[in-house]
């Protein structure tokens, strides 16, 4: 575990990144007449998911993002052990994908690649 100032960094990055994310689904919903308000971040990212933004192993990566962020968020008495899981998450997983929007005249849709460690 990284000593608490890198990992309340991380933890903020990785608040920001989910938020980001929700806007981008939310924003492809509006633009795409298929916005409902009552939608929750999860719903968000799913229902812009069946809409072709992205594909289903991003759709299910984002809502672990988002499951981790909300207990982290919204879980105080669990916020120590919820921050520790997001760190791991970040080591483990988040920091080997790259996330990037694709966009032209036709569509728009959020595409990822994996990064392999180098050896030393």
Do not use: W
């Amino acid at each position: 575990m990284p000593n608490d100032i890198v990992a309340r960094g991380m933890t903020g990055y990785f608040s920001d990144f989910t938020e980001y994310i929700i806007d981008i689904c939310e924003t492809y919903l509006v633009i795409n007449d298929r916005y409902s308000p009552r939608l929750s971040g999860v719903e968000l990212v799913k229902t812009a998911s069946s809409f072709g933004l992205m594909d289903e192993f991003l759709c299910d990566f984002i809502v672990k993002c988002i499951v981790l962020r909300n207990r982290f968020t919204h879980d105080y008495y669990k916020r120590d052990i919820a921050e520790k899981d997001i760190v791991k998450f970040c080591h483990s997983q988040m920091l080997y994908l790259d996330i990037f929007l694709e966009a032209s005249n036709e569509f728009i849709k959020l595409e990822y690649k994996f990064n392999k460690v180098k050896d030393a």
